[in-house]
């Protein structure tokens, strides 16, 4: 009896303890370093994973360039001069090195100096997570790091750990702790999980393991059972093959015959084929998708043709314009009298897919912590088609015969103007061609 009782009190203080154990901001400097196995610890056993997640963003979201400048040349700075945005700044290691901001050790050593903090979303901090303290968003998983190791599977054994089943490694809540964010204003810079939540997907019983962690028959360690095994892929958008194609795009005329001084019209589908959240998603303030209709006529003269006008609110954000933004650079950099720099740098008149982040004064900002509003939201929603229209007046000079109309659907996850300013490296603006599809009319006398 004595026995017995002793095992519940310990229980119901380990009860307490697991309900007591803080998530999000309250988890700063709650841990050590040491509390966490580094990745090097699996390898060995799980090789094939270890170097799958290698080539993963997660595991240089710390020490990646733009993540890299952004924080420092941007974040930090701007948190010097204003300590309004202290927490924010601190708080980007809570998703992007989460082991030195569980340690409290922030701002963390620079990526160059080799810290424990470059681990970034490591195996070990993904595989203490027991659960997710409420709706999720910023990094409010609850980590409980140790000997056992959490996962999908029930019983399996490992000499190296104990292994236990959770049921938030089968749930999108999971990834949308740190897959959405509400920055110091209380605004949503970061929705992927509530993309799905609002989207087909998720009605089909659809997570994002199933996209970005698919299975495959194999054994994930040495002294494994052979079954299926997810492999830890994390295809994004730095992946070319994983944006080409997300989006279907066809195009056809009004008709296929048009006179020398006539006006031709045509439409645009495109339609998210591919993605369980909107296009583009995630860091929405960087990215932008648009597309690009050319017609080469039958001498080879090439003509840009841009979109209708639809009229909706705040559609001036999403036709590319000569126009300057990201003003509230200037604060952080201490450049004063900051003009900005291109909003889009993309042929100007052509439809943009994207929703812009707005400063305190309306203008579009990259600096998602500084974002006092967001505009209109002409993204691509999971399975939905949007349709472009297009109304063209002949030229003067257009050459009898045909006419080949092609659309072109660009992705940039930086835009160009900013990167080229900040020096970001040049693979993060490639400008990536996710789709294109071409018509022919003619042209008659
Ligand atoms: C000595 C070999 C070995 C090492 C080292 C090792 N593991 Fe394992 N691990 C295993 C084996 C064996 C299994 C069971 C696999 C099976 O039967 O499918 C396993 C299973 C797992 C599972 C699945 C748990 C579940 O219930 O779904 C996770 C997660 C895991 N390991 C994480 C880790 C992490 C993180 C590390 C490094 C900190 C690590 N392992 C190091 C051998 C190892
Ligand atoms: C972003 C979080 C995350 C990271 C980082 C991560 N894992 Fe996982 N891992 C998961 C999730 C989620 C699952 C379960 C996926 C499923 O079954 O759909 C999983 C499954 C596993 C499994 C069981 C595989 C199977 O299907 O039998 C092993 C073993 C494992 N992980 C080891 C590792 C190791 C080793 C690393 C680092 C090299 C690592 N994980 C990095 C989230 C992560
Ligand atoms: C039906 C398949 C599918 C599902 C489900 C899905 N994704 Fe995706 N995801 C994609 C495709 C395709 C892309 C590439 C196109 C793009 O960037 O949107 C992508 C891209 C991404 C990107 C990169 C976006 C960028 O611009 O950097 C992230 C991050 C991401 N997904 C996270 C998630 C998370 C988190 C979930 C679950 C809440 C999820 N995905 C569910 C298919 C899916
Ligand atoms: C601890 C926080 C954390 C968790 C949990 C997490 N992620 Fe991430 N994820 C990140 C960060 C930070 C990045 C950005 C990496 C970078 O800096 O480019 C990222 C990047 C990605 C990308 C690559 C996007 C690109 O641009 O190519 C994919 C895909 C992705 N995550 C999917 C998932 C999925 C699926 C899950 C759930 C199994 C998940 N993540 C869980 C923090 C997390
Ligand atoms: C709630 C978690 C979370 C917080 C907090 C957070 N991030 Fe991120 N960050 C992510 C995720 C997830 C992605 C990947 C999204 C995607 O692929 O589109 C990302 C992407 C980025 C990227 C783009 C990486 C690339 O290669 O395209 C940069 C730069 C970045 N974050 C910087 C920051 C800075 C600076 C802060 C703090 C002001 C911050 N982040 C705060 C989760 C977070």
Known sequence: MKTFIVSLSLILSATVLAAEIPAGEHALGTRKYGDFEKPEACKSCHTAIYRQWEQAMMSQAYTHHWDEIEYWDLAVPHSEKDPFFKDAADGCNGCHAPLAYLAGDVPPPRPSENSRANESVSCDLCHSITSVASDPVNFNWVAEPGRTKYGAKEGLASPHHITEYRDIYTQSEYCGSCHNEMNPFG????????????????????????????????????????????????????????????????????????????????????????????????????????????????????????????????????????????????????????????????????????????????????????????????????????????????????????????????YQKLVKPVADFLNVPEDESERILINEASTTIEVYD
């Open 187 to 410: 605004i949503m810079v970061k929705s992927t999980q509530i993309e799905w939540t609002e989207g087909p997907y998720a009605k089909e019983g659809v997570p994002c393991f199933v996209c970005h962690m698919p299975k495959a028959p194999g054994r994930s360690a040495p002294m494994a059972e052979e079954g299926m095994v997810a492999q830890h892929v994390f295809l994004g958008a730095h992946n070319e093959a994983k944006l080409k194609s997300a989006i279907e795009l066809s195009i056809h005329p009004d008709e296929r015959e048009v006179p020398y001084d006539g006006t031709l019209r045509f439409q645009v589908e495109l339609f998210n084929a591919k993605a369980g959240h909107k296009v583009p998603t995630g860091s929405v303030e960087d990215r932008i998708m648009w597309l690009d209709v050319r017609a080469v006529a039958e001498d080879g003269r090439e003509y840009h043709l841009p979109v209708d006008l639809k009229g909706f609110d705040g559609e001036e954000f999403t036709v590319a314009a000569d126009e300057l933004a990201y003003v509230d650079m200037g604060v952080p950099l201490g450049l004063k009298d900051f003009k900005g720099v291109q909003r889009d740098g993309v042929p100007v008149g052509n439809r943009i897919f994207r929703m812009p982040y707005l400063d305190e004064n309306g203008v579009m900002t990259i600096q998602q912590w500084n974002t006092r509003s967001l505009g209109v939201d002409y993204r691509i929603a999971p399975r939905e088609t949007k349709i472009e229209h297009f109304t063209w007046s002949m030229p003067d000079d257009i050459a009898f015969g045909f006419v080949t109309v092609t659309a072109r659907l660009y």
